[in-house]
């Protein structure tokens, strides 16, 4: 189980690709080993295999997809021939792509074995259904045992843990953290509600090298120079699928390799109704960027995550408006960007008067409890829109201005890149 397939390259410049499966080479392709990717629809990025001719694919952790089960790995997208892992070869690059079966998700039935994509990359979660309550025991072992049955969880010597979990509206806060652990293990745990017992295995991440070096500028405007990054995730180099593309404002600690998305990161200011000059030219520069071929992005997966002023600009952008400042008008931007989704915190109540084209856009709102800025305004807007957006809001209880709730949790990185 790992977290979500896809490519990219960098800005205002180009570079040549290497497209071998040794990236310290620059060897002809005809000379490479064919790749095989995984496609995870939906579910945790998968890593890309190199393969000899000719030769089975190791077959991979299975994915994870909230509120699916995984039917296995198909040779077409539509996902009617099954790969055998045993018996089937690569004879040239391929993709394989994930069959998931809808459900309805009951008590541990939506237990899920997650790695944390930010905090840390060796921080193993298990995500749960957010209308489970009940004590909940686990044990976590770097090795298999002999645990089958709930009778057999209670009599082990391994230790445990006990939790009490309560269901709630909050969802971003539903997982448990089982804390930093070493790399590239394949950790065994075993959760137990009452007589019930789901044995869950995952792979830990190793820290993950970046697949090309960051690509760096700056947007200057009226509110100062800022300064942004484009980050790649680590097979850039080897896999030539597209990639999923985020858009980070103010929301830091997305820089991660092990993220499944190139990620392009800027602290910018503007967000409150006045100047839009940087948030034009930050959306210019995006949509360029999208739009080079040789970056590799997929046009059809493309995310937004801000805070604070970052969020207002995130929605801003998403609904395709700009400010012309000589007329004080708000016009039509040539350059759209059409965002499948969105994670925001933080946003100003004003914004509620622009929201009249994210009614296909799923949106999650996020405000601290204590937050001066906590409206329900844009919820109650976006929620008279028609369109087949999910529009959701969650209050953070005890929080202020912040948004490491959310950023932190991996419930929501699941939500965002799902879309």
């Not at 005809?30 to 095989?36: F, I, S």
């Not at 945790?44 to 997809?65: H, Y």
């Not at 090298?209 to 405007?221: D, M």
Request: charged share 20%; with cysteine.
């Amino acid at each position: 189980m790992k977290t979500g397939t896809l490519k990219i390259a960098p800005l205002l410049f180009t570079f040549v690709l290497l497209i071998s499966c040794d990236i310290t080479s620059n060897q002809d392709n005809t000379d490479r080993n064919p790749t095989v990717l995984f496609d995870p629809r939906g579910g945790t990025f998968v890593k890309s295999q190199c393969i000899g001719e000719n030769a089975t694919v190791a077959e991979p952790e299975d994915p994870v997809r909230i509120c699916h089960a995984f039917s296995g790995w198909y040779r077409e997208p539509a996902c009617t021939t099954l790969w055998d892992f045993e018996n089937d070869t690569v004879t040239e690059d391929m993709t394989l792509y994930a069959g998931w079966t809808a459900r309805i998700p009951s008590g541990l039935s939506e237990f899920a074995l997650v790695n944390s994509q930010l905090g840390s990359p060796y921080r193993l979660d298990i995500v749960y259904n957010k209308e489970f309550s009940g004590e909940v025991s686990y044990i976590v072992s770097a090795g298999p045992l002999a645990i089958t049955s709930a009778d057999e969880f209670d009599a082990s010597t391994a230790d445990k843990t006990t939790t009490t979990i309560t269901a709630d509206d909050l969802v971003y806060d539903d997982y448990i953290t089982l804390g930093s652990l070493s790399p590239a293990t394949t950790y065994h745990v075993y959760v137990k509600s009452g007589a019930e017992l789901k044995s869950l295995s995952r792979t830990t991440y190793t820290v993950a090298s970046a697949g090309h070096s960051p690509v760096t500028g700056t947007v200057v405007g009226d509110f100062g120079p800022y300064d942004y990054t484009i980050t790649f995730p680590e097979n850039y180099y080897v896999t030539r699928e597209k990639w999923p593309f985020l858009l980070s404002m103010k929301t830091w600690g997305f820089s991660n390799p092990n993220l499944p998305c190139v990620v392009f990161s800027i602290d910018i200011h503007s967000g409150s109704e006045g100047d839009y000059t940087e948030i034009e030219k930050v959306k210019k520069i995006v949509s360029s960027f999208i739009r080079d071929s040789e970056n590799g992005i997929d046009p059809e997966r493309l995310y937004m995550a801000g805070y604070s002023a970052g969020g207002c600009a995130a929605m801003l952008m998403a609904d395709n408006m700009t400010m012309d400042t000589s007329t004080h008008q708000w016009v039509e931007s040539g350059y759209t960007l059409d965002v499948n989704a969105i994670l925001a915190e933080g946003v100003t109540s004003w914004l509620r008067y622009h929201c009249e084209n994210l009614g296909d856009v799923d949106i999650w709102l996020f405000y601290g409890e204590d937050d001066s800025l906590i409206n329900t305004s844009i919820i109650e807007e976006l929620e008279t829109l028609t369109g087949t957006g999910e529009h959701m809001q969650t209050i953070m209880p005890g929080e202020g201005h912040t948004s490491w709730p959310m950023i932190d949790s991996p419930h929501t990185m699941m939500w965002l890149l799902s879309r």
